[in-house]
């Protein structure tokens, strides 16, 4: 009976193991993507202080293409966290469920399954809640390299181009404040909280986006 119990408990462990292995490493080959655009981008943006205008104006669209990429993969990279997380919810939904009716013998394959599945929802959980944040990283540099762009317009344009710098600043405080409420979220409350997260940062991002194009229209 003891063998057939830990026969029980390999197999259900190996299968989850395999699982496991296999989404991180999709979320690694991600992460080195995310990495490699990141690093580029803030050597651009330094590179831009030194620049004429015309090479400026290069590093400029250069620095936009990087962007998309960037963004595109953050979002492939989270989609798959929140893939797995739907995953293991569901998987404890139904190791809760056969707990209750599991034989002697096979509750101790259940119990440790259980656990690894625990572990890793909440591993899984405060990588989403990482991600989010580094996009909160990623745009508090767009925003700042907004404000050094709107420094070198005219005096005319420089009022309402610093009322939209404002605007952006309320709006990445308000969705940094959201992510701060995420941490600390039970299982209950996280997914639709992590919405809310997710809501506040596209705002923040499309906000982004539009006034670095206003500030490139300006005079």
């Not at 404040?177 to 941490?183: E, M, P, S």
């Amino acid at each position: 009976m003891a063998t057939n119990t830990q026969a029980l408990k390999d197999k259900a462990m190996t299968d989850f193991e395999a699982g496991k292995k296999a989404f991180h490493d999709a979320r690694a080959k991600a992460q080195t993507r995310i990495d490699a655009a990141t690093a580029e981008i803030n050597k651009l943006r330094a590179d831009l202080k030194t620049q004429t205008a015309e090479v400026k104006a290069k590093t400029v669209a250069r620095i936009d293409e990087i962007t998309k990429e960037l963004d595109a993969t953050r979002k492939e990279k989270q989609d798959k966290i929140e893939a797995h997380l739907k995953a293991l919810h569901t998987e404890m939904d139904s190791i809760e469920a056969e707990l209750k009716h599991a034989a002697a013998e096979r509750k101790p394959a259940v119990e440790a399954k259980a656990k690894a599945v625990r572990e890793e929802y909440e591993s899984a959980r405060k990588a989403l809640t990482a991600s989010l944040e580094a996009d909160l990283t990623e745009l508090k540099a767009r925003i700042s390299a907004a404000s050094d762009a709107a420094a070198g317009k005219k005096e005319a344009a420089k009022s309402a181009i610093q009322t939209k710098i404002a605007d952006l600043h309320a709006k990445y405080d308000a969705a940094q404040k959201k992510v701060q409420g995420l941490k600390g979220a039970n299982a209950t409350a996280y997914d639709e909280l992590r919405r809310g997260v997710q809501t506040a940062i596209a705002d923040v991002r499309t906000a982004v986006h539009k006034a670095h194009a206003d500030i490139s229209a300006a005079a």
